[in-house]
């Protein structure tokens, strides 16, 4: 069974800093996918960032950007010039190729501040 | 697009009541999922459709918890009966379905309090 770890349950930054959120997965396979969720005090999850296991490039959503190390199974979120719309649970998920079934890490609470 | 559609918002109950969560996903979405987020457990996924076809319920918790998709466009996760510690928020997400890297569009989910 895959598993996903977040080791950091809190974070807090200054308003335009660059913050990075840890992700550690653990799988056999060899194709997957990796994504990134925000949920906001609205409650409403919200796809943030994706990667396909057999991409070598670092995906990139505009201020947002991973490292994906694929032999150490680590998919961190750098989030760059953090903004106070940031503030929110990260939710790291993982799901196998030709499978639907997210699995989620336990998240890490964001908070920016002023 | 109004996006995935959960109904109610908030619902509390006793316990031993019988509990009916409803969605809608997006139109044109192929695969529906219902999540349970709570503080102890995080987001687990309960059960998935493809299809309206139950494809994984191997997170469903117990006999209490049933879900059914009677057509494209509504599914219903239905507790009976119902105790505290089902208590949680419950999602449903739609995809499009096309094997693992579509986004999941999750709904605004629905606060179950079983008092």
């Known amino acids: 069974a895959q598993t996903v770890t977040q080791s950091q349950p809190e974070m807090s930054v200054q308003e335009a800093e660059t913050v990075t959120l840890s992700c550690t997965y653990d799988t056999s396979e060899s194709n997957y996918y990796l994504f990134w969720y925000k949920q906001p005090p609205s409650r409403q999850m919200i796809l943030v960032i994706r990667?396909?296991?057999?991409?070598?490039q670092n995906a990139t959503e505009n201020r947002f950007s991973v490292n994906f190390q694929k032999a150490a199974k680590s998919f961190s979120l750098k989030i760059s010039d953090s903004q106070l719309g940031d503030t929110a649970m990260y939710f790291c998920a993982f799901s196998n190729f030709g499978n639907e079934k997210l699995t989620f890490g336990t998240g890490t609470r964001l908070t920016i501040i002023p | 697009d109004a996006g995935v559609i959960q109904s109610p918002r908030h619902e509390v109950t006793e316990m031993g009541q019988e509990v009916t969560l409803r969605c809608k996903p997006i139109?044109?979405?192929?695969?529906l999922f219902w999540y349970r987020q709570t503080m102890m457990r995080g987001l687990e996924l309960l059960i998935y459709f493809n299809n309206n076809v139950p494809i994984d319920d191997s997170g469903m918790p117990e006999d209490r918890f049933s879900a059914k998709m009677p057509n494209a466009s509504f599914s219903t996760l239905k507790i009976q009966p119902s105790e505290p510690r089902d208590s949680a928020v419950y999602f449903c997400?739609?995809?499009?379905?096309?094997?693992?890297?579509?986004?999941?569009?999750f709904g605004p989910g629905t606060r179950l309090t079983v008092t």
């Open positions: 990667q396909e296991a057999y991409k070598q």
């Open positions: 997400a739609s995809s499009l379905g096309l094997a693992g890297l579509d986004e999941q569009y």
């Open positions: 139109s044109g979405h192929n695969s």
